[in-house]
């Protein structure tokens, strides 16, 4: 390894090497003779040894880098170095070298005669150019001669005149750049005339100009100058551009078209014209509401300019919020409505367009690209315009507005919905949404004090009749001469005639199977359509009364206290109180057959009723607005109506008598029930522990009857008149909801009709089933039913004799039954009893009156059968006198008491049969006839009274 070094070293300090070869080759025996006679042979050559001898030479003596042989042998040595292995490696080498150096000498001697060739050539060459040096110098000597020959006068006067042509081109010239010099003012002049064409054009014909004669130095101070004119002028061509986004003028937009093709930049233009748009939708937005905001601080020294807009519009006030988004939204529809415009006039120009462009592929092209840009820009349009709404109605809390407030800002808003969904039919989530938030917070805050409201007016109805005309109903609500703020009349579109199809759309109301019109979308974005959709202001409030005169207004039609309303019973000019027989039978008979006819009566309503169906009104108007919350609007509607019917029931009919009565429908107590427990809340119980109001947000303490209802007044049938308003009232309610049932399916999603049927089958269907109970506590307290079955227990029913006067205590019920009927004509002076409200009242009197008589007879102790035709002599009169003190047909629970009278004459095998069939007598009844017969035997007679018993454990 140190040998190896070493020898390294030693080759570094050497500048120069002796060759190997020059041991071999003797250069003494170079004197100009062949060199291989000069070689010194070392072996004789053998042309497959030599072959294989140059094979194995390494590549990299092949390479022509210089790379440093001795290194690379060097690198080639092992770590320890053998002397033999080296000496054979030097003959190799030395072999290799040999063999290399005849290869070459071979080489030279064989291309020797090629050499000599050349050498020739070189010479003859040589030759060739001193001939070529002589031919030279006899042209220039000719050359020279020719000179002399030509004058100089004639060579002057040509450079003259070169001179002249020279002079004339540079004086049009000065005279071009003169002209290009005064450009300036003329430019100006076209550009405030708005001839962007003109300017256009004269500028690049003097930027032609100036490129023409652009070697001169002042035209390059010019041509700078024009090119600013140039871009001042774009400049200048955007502005106008620009005030096309809010006031589109089809002339100066054609202008500026033109201007652009001009420049080539039909393209760039049209982006340009989608940036302004955006600018101008966020700079409109900005200046209405920042102007709004200053007007209402007043104190003007808050600088708002640099507030961001969504901070500006958390300041406007409620005050001015509606007037601000008015502005707002008109100032947005007219940028909309120049946008579709716009769009609207490349598509009338494409033809034109396609001549003007150059090249008909160009052409194409840029039409393409313009129409796609204006479809893509729709959609973005329509977002920063809805983004700004948005913010804006999000911005302000709407608690706190009135409800008619409430339901124009909805409109509104829902108008400019519409606007979008015609403008690129979008579907506007965005709005939706904030329409969906600010509606659900505020119509949770009024619902509640909706429900407060009614419960006050609850509270405070004095439950009198409020007069109103004879075809009151919320379809005279949609004129303009009905009820006051107009609740329904944003339906009156939808009660026109289909033929117009423009205003309507027609749906098929599958469960009713009616016919639901609905208003059809308006289209805004017609030709003809001059108006701003948001300068239609609210239909005011009509001052004409809906109310009428009086009831007794002859113009009103068939009015409540004309005979035409009085049931015939009332009609007679007196009854005999003795006899039961009205004197003035031929009037008597007269109405009677009169009394198929149509009979019409005043609609009777409160105004609580007038209320409710305001806030029905108003509610179903939200619901067109915004029909992400019409179910949630249906569910508060329900519950007004809810409240209302569950109110008057607590009012005139909450009666414990009633609770069991067969006669009242089992539907109307499950009714009633269910809206107590899901909308009554519990009165607390003294000394009970405080239960959490969290739970009842929703429900509504019960409302008291005001004081100044007196349902304990005999004259005045205990109430009876404002029974008869509070019930009707609510039925009128209950039929016009009725009515618009078809209309409320059609606001609401598929999914959720179910509800809504049931609300109508289970509630509102029910508010007829009032009646009842509210009548019947009438009539339980009209008659002294006590005191006749007190008056019926002295009468003696073991008699021996046939009798042929009824007893005193069918008078005194018919007595009654007449005074009754005296007061219902006095009431119905004042409040029109509908002939069902008759028929009520009558039926529950008749029916108490045969049930009295029914115990009357159970309470026998002993009976004959000349006591059991006495018995059926006093109903037979009582039904016989019944008929001329009133119109009812057929007398209900008639069978109820002629059967109880015919079971004393059954046999006992059918006796036994009779007493499992009639479960309709009380155990007390059927144990009193049992007793009373006395055709059975003893043991016959027990074993009824154990069926009996056994029947009455059964009931329990």
């Known amino acids: 390894m140190d040998l190896k070094n070493k020898i390294k070293s030693i080759l570094k300090k050497q500048d120069t090497f002796v060759s190997p070869t020059e041991e071999v080759i003797n250069h003494d025996s170079f004197t100009g003779g062949p060199v291989v006679t000069k070689y010194k042979q070392v072996k004789p050559s053998n042309p497959h040894e030599e072959q294989e001898i140059l094979d194995g030479i390494d590549k990299v003596y092949y390479n022509t880098e210089g790379i440093d042989t001795s290194h690379y042998e060097l690198r080639k040595l092992p770590e320890v170095l053998d002397l033999g292995d080296i000496d054979l490696d030097r003959k190799r080498l030395r072999k290799q070298l040999q063999v290399v150096s005849k290869k070459v000498s071979d080489l030279v001697l064989q291309n020797h005669p090629a050499y000599a060739r050349e050498l020739q050539r070189v010479m003859d060459l040589q030759k060739t150019l001193q001939y070529a040096t ?4 006899n ?16 060579l002057n006067m040509l450079a003259n005149y070169r001179k002249r042509q020279q002079l004339v081109s540079i004086m049009k010239s000065l005279r071009t750049i003169k002209t290009l010099q005064r450009t300036d003012v003329r430019l100006r002049e076209l550009m405030e005339e708005e001839d962007y064409c003109g300017a256009i054009q004269l500028c690049l014909e003097c930027q032609k100009a100036a490129s023409t004669y652009k070697h001169f130095t002042c035209i390059s101070e010019l041509n700078s100058k024009l090119q600013d004119t140039l871009v001042m002028i774009e400049e200048q061509i955007d502005v106008a551009l620009s005030k096309t986004c809010s006031n589109f003028d089809e002339t100066h937009y054609e202008k500026v078209q033109t201007a652009y093709r001009l420049l080539g930049k039909t393209q760039t233009a049209m982006d340009q014209l989608h940036m302004h748009f955006t600018s101008a939708i966020h700079n409109t937005a900005f200046q209405i509401v920042l102007g709004y905001v200053e007007l209402c601080s007043g104190t003007g020294r808050e600088n708002f300019h640099k507030r961001q807009y969504t901070d500006l519009c958390k300041s406007v006030t409620q005050e001015s919020f509606t007037p601000c988004l008015i502005d707002l939204s008109k100032a947005l529809w007219e940028v909309m409505r120049s946008y579709h415009k716009t769009m609207r006039w490349h598509e009338e120009h494409e033809e034109e367009s396609e001549e003007t462009e150059d090249g008909k592929a160009q052409a194409d092209f840029t039409k393409h690209y313009i129409k796609q840009k204006l479809e893509h820009g729709l959609s973005r349009i329509w977002q920063d315009v809805q983004s700004k709404v948005k913010i804006y109605v999000l911005g302000t809390d709407l608690s706190g507005f009135k409800l008619e407030e409430f339901i124009r800002v ?38 509640r004090y909706r429900m407060e409201e009614l419960r006050m007016f609850l509270e405070n109805e004095g439950w009198e009749l409020c007069p109103v005309k004879l075809s009151f109903s919320y379809v005279q609500l ?11 009349r944003f339906m009156k579109s939808w009660m026109k005639s289909p033929n117009s199809t423009l205003n309507l759309s027609t749906t098929e109301d599958t469960s009713g199977g009616g016919t639901v019109m609905e208003p059809s979308k308006r289209r805004y974005f017609v030709q003809s359509a001059t108006k701003n959709p948001f300068d239609e202001k609210p239909d005011e409030d009509e001052n004409e009364d809906f109310f009428a005169g009086s009831l007794d207004d002859e113009d009103n039609g068939n009015l409540s206290d004309s005979d035409s309303d009085v049931p015939d019973e009332l009609k007679q000019d007196y009854i005999d109180e003795v006899t039961g027989e009205g ?54 509607m329900s519950q007004l109506f809810d409240y209302y019917f569950y109110t008057v029931y607590s009012f005139f009919g909450a009666d414990t008598t009633t609770k069991n009565e067969r006669s009242i429908n089992n539907r109307l107590n499950i009714a009633l029930q269910r809206i107590h427990n899901n909308l009554i809340t ?11 109001q969290s739970e009842n947000l929703e429900k509504m303490p019960q409302a008291y009857l005001s004081p100044i209802v007196d349902l304990h007044r005999r004259d005045q049938l205990f109430g009876l008149a404002e029974r008869v308003v509070a019930v009707e009232s609510l039925i009128f309610l209950a039929k016009q909801l009725e009515l618009l049932q078809p209309h409320l399916e059609a606001m609401i999603p598929t999914n959720k009709k179910a509800f809504l049927q049931q609300f109508f089958s289970q509630t509102v269907n029910m508010a007829e089933e009032v009646r009842k109970p509210v009548y019947w506590s009438v009539s339980a307290q009209a008659v002294n039913y006590d005191q006749v079955q007190g008056q019926m227990a002295s009468v003696r029913w073991d008699i ?11 008078d005194s019920i018919l007595r009654s039954f007449e005074s009754v009927a005296h007061q219902l004509v006095e009431i119905n002076r004042r409040v029109p009893i509908p002939r069902v409200v008759y028929h009520t009242l009558w039926e529950h009197c008749v029916r108490l009156a045969n049930r009295t008589f029914v115990e009357g007879f159970s309470n026998a102790k002993k009976c004959t059968n000349e006591g059991r035709a006495l018995m059926q002599l006093d109903y037979q009169q009582f039904l016989m006198k019944l008929d001329s003190i009133m119109d009812l047909k ?30 309709e007598y009380s155990n007390k009844q059927l144990l009193a006839l049992i007793n009373s017969v006395d055709h059975i035997n003893k043991k016959s007679r027990q074993r009824l009274i154990n069926i009996v018993e056994e029947m009455d454990r059964s009931r329990r």
């Open 134 to 137: 002589v031919i030279c110098a």
């Open 139 to 154: 042209g220039r000597r000719q050359l020279s001669s020719a000179r002399d020959t030509f004058t100089a006068a004639s």
């Open 410 to 447: 909805l409109d509104l808003v829902n108008r400019m919905i519409e606007i979008g969904e015609e403008f690129c039919k979008s579907k506007s989530e965005g709005l939706q949404d904030s329409l969906k938030q600010q509606s659900l917070n505020y119509f949770k805050n009024h619902h």
């Open 478 to 488: 949609l004129g303009k001469t009905q009820l006051i703020n107009q609740e329904f």
């Open 583 to 636: 004197r003035s039978n031929s009037r008597q008979i007269k109405r009677r057959l009169s009394k198929s006819k149509n009979e019409k009566f005043i609609p009777i309503v409160t105004n609580t009723t007038l209320n409710v169906m305001r806030v029905i009104g108003k509610y179903m108007q939200m619901m067109t607005v915004l029909k992400p919350i019409a179910f949630d609007v249906i569910l508060c």
């Open 682 to 692: 519990e009165s607390p119980v003294p000394g009970a522990p405080p239960v959490d």
């Open 800 to 810: 021996k004799d046939i009798m042929s006067q009824h007893n005193p205590y069918v």
């Open 890 to 919: 057929p007398i209900p629970e008639k069978e109820f008491v002629e059967g109880y009278i015919k079971a004393y004459y059954l046999p006992e095998s059918q006796l036994d049969s009779w007493l499992q069939d009639h479960k």
